[in-house]
């Protein structure tokens, strides 16, 4: 019994020491995404409604703008409702933010040049396409 306590305070300041992280993860001079204020853990969740769920996602982004986030259950999803925003963002700056994912199963799958196809955008990436081709 006298342990719940401090499991209590240790859950309450992992809890602390995330939302101070998740902070500093901002860039300098950015803005942070408009969204509705989120509750600890389960987020917005209560909001969304099972069935036409889109039609709270549409009335945020009346409220939030174009582009906007929240939060269920930890997982920060951001929606983009614009299609001209989504033009931009996802097929006009593709090549900034667009890379092949990591694959658990294969740890090294970005960084080694093992797997020519699943290789991520590094020097490893163009220089196995270089002697590919040439």
Request: glycine share 6%.
């Amino acid at each position: 019994m006298a342990a719940l306590p401090l499991l209590a305070l240790a859950v309450l300041i992992l809890y602390i020491w995330r939302l101070r992280i998740a902070k500093g993860k901002i860039p300098p001079g950015a803005r942070p995404l408009p969204g509705p204020r989120c509750y600890p853990i389960i987020g917005r969740i209560h909001d969304v409604p099972v069935k036409s769920s889109w039609i709270k996602f549409y009335e945020w982004s009346k409220e939030y703008g174009p582009i906007y986030k929240t939060e269920v259950f930890g997982t920060v999803h951001v929606w983009i409702s614009s299609e001209q925003v989504a033009h931009d963002l996802l097929a006009r700056r593709a090549a900034i933010y667009s890379d092949r994912p990591q694959i658990p199963n294969l740890p090294d799958n970005r960084t080694k040049g093992d797997y020519l196809a699943l290789t991520g955008r590094n020097g490893t990436f163009f220089f196995s396409c270089l002697i590919f081709w040439f």
